[in-house]
């Protein structure tokens, strides 16, 4: 896809695992925080959220959890099917600014 | 109801040259945010508008300016095109409101510029 190169972080997983992805975060400031999947040739895909007064927050086949201690987001995908194969963007957002700072992505790979 | 979308989606300039893109956000969506994704920087925000204004703006250099007009459409314009201008330009519109408070935004499919 047009997200990062060479330095991409990559995960694969079997059909059917869980998969979980890592960010951390920079700005203790930061009061929201988003994923986003990046599937090839489109633009980021809002998949969860969560703001800072949330330790854990669930979707469907997604839970994020914010550790504001550490500075450390995760983002746990259930039941991985082919299609959750992209790159997948955390992104943190300063408070009172409308403006994202993302990560470096994270590249999934699904194994069949 | 229908998602942003950005014109061109392709777009093949030379150096020094300049290009102007454009996005229109999600119906009813106040704030148009630029971002620039590159494989070596990743994905860098340009800036943000609302109601015609600019209220946030990124680390990059005078030529590359936007605008918004009265029905929220944004264009973004990049002057002088360098080599390193190469990339995915992507434009972002969210429901937010005038108050601060920050609010999910929704990315268009992007504007591949490639500068000979």
């Known amino acids: 896809g047009e997200s990062v190169g060479l330095h991409l972080p990559t995960l694969s997983v079997q059909e059917g695992d869980n998969s979980i992805i890592n960010c951390a975060y920079s700005n203790s400031a930061s009061d929201y925080f988003i994923w986003y999947k990046q599937e090839s040739g489109k633009g980021p895909q809002f998949i969860i959220d969560i703001r800072s007064n949330m330790d854990k927050r669930q979707g469907q086949r997604v839970t994020v959890l914010l550790n504001k201690t550490v500075k450390h987001l995760s983002l746990q995908i259930a039941a991985t099917q082919p299609g959750d194969s992209a790159v997948y963007f955390c992104a943190e957002n300063l408070q009172g600014a409308q403006k994202l700072v993302f990560g470096q992505g994270t590249r999934l790979t699904i194994n069949p | ?116």
């Open chain 2, 1 to 116: 109801k229908a998602g942003v979308t950005q014109t061109p989606r392709y777009l093949i300039k030379t150096r020094g040259q300049q290009v102007t893109l454009s996005c229109s956000p999600i119906s009813g969506h106040r704030s148009v945010s630029w971002y620039q994704q590159t494989p070596g920087q990743g994905l860098q925000f340009l800036f943000e508008y609302f109601s015609e204004t600019q209220r946030n703006k990124g680390n990059f250099p005078g030529r590359f300016s936007g605008r918004q007009f009265s029905n929220s459409r944004s264009e973004m314009n990049v002057s002088t095109l360098e080599l390193g201008d190469s990339a995915l330009y992507l434009c972002a519109s969210s429901s937010l409101g005038a108050g601060g408070s920050t609010d999910t935004q929704y990315f268009g499919p992007g504007t591949r510029l490639t500068v000979l």
